[in-house]
């Protein structure tokens, strides 16, 4: 994949070279921001377009970057292709929360997205001859993995649901069900597109989620219970760099 260099982008106004390879995608642009001043160090900030803030740094005396992509398909689907294509970033992490749809994936727990099934239109526009199947990179996810394990966290990998729709009937129970039926994991709204822009522009890419809500049970987790869910992620993520 050649890289062209016609930075700034529409919605990235960082100079050639200031992206590290490596980049960690919360939806939330404040999240960005938190965890380059939570950990990493000599942080600088290639982004604020429309507030999507981007940062920076050193992690373990690796460089990476972090930024936000806002929420759902079209979002992260703008600012995945121009980190790949326009900024030559190799790594796409994203970090997230998920609904759970599994009895065996509770709250708090963290999920590997391997693969993503969608709701959204987005991998079927690439015009392909077939339905496409959005998966992440083995290797990212295998060194996640290690990494989950290293810490004693408890993890599911498997198939998740890229969702169009926060609210309405593709997020109801029968919906919800038919998928749970299948084998899938958690819902989220943004897998899919990542995962289809990283095949196509030859990266490598894997989501990492922490489950805020399971959507069988009604659960949700206290603002504590998030806070400490989200360092265990960050840890596996970061260490990805
Ligand atoms: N649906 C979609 N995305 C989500 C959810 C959900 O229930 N929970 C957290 N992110």
Redesign the pocket.
Known sequence: MSVKNNVPTPHIEAGPGEIAGTILLPGDPLRAKFIAGEYLSDVHQFNSVRNMLGFTGTYEGKRISVMGTGMGCPSIGIYSYELIHFYGVKNLIRV????SISPEVKVRDLVFGMGACTTSNFPALMDLPGVFAPVCSFDLLRRGVDKAEQLGLRYAVGNILT?DM?YGPA?GPEATQKWASMGVLA???EAAALYTNAAFGGANALTVLTV??H?LTGETTSSEERRSSFTDMMKVALSLA
């Open positions: 997230g929360t998920a609904g969702s926060f997020e819902i989220e709204m805020s809500d959507l």
